[in-house]
């Protein structure tokens, strides 16, 4: 059985901007009210929220879509890309955020919460699992299986992978 390799920074790049093109598109449809409707098909699209949270640099607010997931009170969220995901940094940054889940006009305030890092939870590889599993086309294009990995082969496929923890405002 042979090594998987690490991607290319040349592939990495193409992905990124490729999720950038496409945030643009999720982010307009999401502002005419068809949130829902994205979140139509989880199997396919997977299950989206829009993070809003507060440039680390510019100081604006700035608007994500994300795949997540639910557990307990809290939404649950991967950084694919990493520590470089500049959604990631924003909010190690300014923690404070805001999050409109599907149904939810991006117009409106959102829910209140706070984002933080969750890599030392102990259930990461599940709560990781969870999250891929709810992103649809999103794990497979990264080359993530989850229903073909078992939790060890999951857990060194997504070592570079952020997890992140939203708590809901009190």
């Known amino acids: 059985m042979s090594a998987r390799r690490a991607p290319s920074a040349r592939r990495v790049g193409a992905g990124r901007r490729a999720f ?3 945030n643009r598109f999720m982010l307009r449809f999401w502002w005419v009210g068809s949130g829902r409707m994205l979140n139509a098909w989880p199997a396919g699209t ?3 929220l829009v993070l809003g ?3 680390r640099r510019s100081g604006l607010l700035r608007r994500t879509p994300l795949n997540y997931a639910p557990v307990g009170p809290d939404l649950f969220c991967v950084a694919g890309f990493g520590e470089g ?3 990631y940094r924003n909010v190690l940054a300014h923690p404070e955020v805001r999050v409109w889940l599907p149904g939810d006009p991006i117009g409106g ?3 209140a919460g706070r984002a933080e890092p969750a890599d030392d939870d102990p259930d990461r590889t599940a709560l990781v699992r969870q999250v891929l599993a709810a992103s649809g086309f999103a794990a497979h294009l990264a080359g993530v299986h989850v229903g073909r990995l078992d939790d060890a082969a999951l857990a060194r496929r997504t070592v570079g992978y952020r997890l992140v923890r939203i708590r809901p405002a009190r």
Request: hydrophobic share 35%; net charge neutral.
């Open 20 to 22: 950038r093109v496409l």
């Open 46 to 48: 997977g299950r989206i």
């Open 53 to 55: 949270h507060v440039g």
């Open 85 to 87: 995901s500049d959604w």
């Open 109 to 111: 305030d959102g829910t």
